[in-house]
């Protein structure tokens, strides 16, 4: 079909809207904070080289807080874009193969054990490593060659599994303080992240995205059916393999930094799919690009609040998600009717 869609601007001028947005956004980002910073004066020191208490805020705070907001959401609008063109279904999202779980478990771990005060960068490592045994779990428990049925049963269990143990360390947490501190991570949040977050997370999300996007044509002819994307020479194998080990690798890590910012999966590929006349190929890049949007505006919005203490991140998503998955399921079972 023709980029052109009926009563839609063009995809090209539909993608360059969305990275103005996005780009608008991540300036106002890094313009607010809890205290006043002149930024066009942090940056023109900056440049000039000079060490001040504005360039280190915005170097140390504002621009992290900013960047990662956008790659956390592009991550999880991806995935949730991809995870329902490999499903197939609408309710689908990132989570639903236990990466998300499994790697909030490992953050949980850092917590419980203490190493999170030892070395700073402990907890997004932690993360990280919990992604990747939900990835290895996952193979062991569906296989090279699993249909879709046994992959969603196989992320169920280990959703489950990844659950009870947190549930465990909750319960055995040495004190309330580190009870406390766990709940509080687990809620999502991008305050008080350095570079260094950036740079740990940044390379395995874009390998993530690599494996994503290079799983757009498969996603097309997959929308057709099994039989007919098997027909056009696609390998189904490796189609899922490239979905769920992208998935694993851009969520597990946008997890590892942020703590779990649900939703944002679910919500942004519904919103944009009927702006690309319903094709899953076209709809994964401009689902990063959403979802990017919709995280820096959640995160610029939880720091305007008159609250006295920051809402977190994930509470925030979930109060737009929430509601918007109650209308989906209701809207899909009107239309079963």
Not at 89 to 111: K, Q, T
Not at 128 to 149: D, E, F, K, P, Q
Not at 208 to 214: D, N, Q, S
């Amino acid at each position: 079909m023709g980029l052109r869609l009926l009563g839609h601007p063009s995809y090209r001028a539909l993608c360059m809207s969305l990275w103005l947005l996005m780009l608008v956004l991540l300036l106002v980002s890094v313009s607010i904070g809890r205290g006043p910073l002149d930024v066009l004066q942090a940056v023109r020191e900056l440049m000039a080289g000079e060490i001040t208490p504005g360039t280190l805020v915005f170097t140390e705070l504002r621009v992290p807080r900013a960047l990662l907001g956008m790659f956390v959401g592009a991550s999880l609008g991806l995935a949730g874009a991809a995870m329902q063109g490999l499903l197939r279904n609408p309710l689908a999202e990132p989570g639903i193969v236990g990466v998300s779980g499994c790697a909030a478990l490992g953050a949980v771990l850092v917590f419980y054990t203490g190493l999170s005060g030892v070395y700073a960068m402990a907890l997004p490592l932690g993360g990280i490593a919990g992604a990747l045994v939900a990835v290895v779990l996952l193979y062991l428990l569906s296989g090279a060659r699993a249909t879709l049925l046994t992959v969603i049963l196989a992320g169920i269990a280990i959703n489950a599994l990844a659950g009870a143990l947190t549930a465990l360390v909750l319960n055995l947490a040495p004190s309330p303080f580190a009870f406390l501190e766990i709940i509080f991570w687990q809620m999502g949040s991008l305050s008080d992240r350095s570079l260094q977050h950036v740079g740990l997370s940044l390379p395995l999300m874009l390998v993530g995205w690599g494996l994503l996007l290079g799983a757009a044509r498969g996603l097309e002819a997959l929308s057709l059916g099994e039989e007919t994307a098997v027909s056009l020479g696609v390998n189904l194998g490796r189609l899922r393999l490239y979905v769920i080990m992208g998935s694993a690798l851009a969520v597990g890590s946008a997890v590892a930094v942020s703590g779990v910012i649900g939703f944002v999966g679910l919500v942004v590929p519904h919103l944009l799919r009927p702006w690309v006349d319903y094709l899953p190929g076209k709809l994964l890049p401009i689902s990063a690009l959403g979802g990017a949007i919709l995280v820096l505006a959640a995160d610029i919005l939880v720091r305007l609040m008159p609250t006295q203490n920051e809402l977190k991140l994930g509470v925030v998503t979930a109060l737009i998600g929430a509601p918007f998955f109650l209308w989906l399921v209701y809207r899909l079972r009107r239309e079963m009717i």
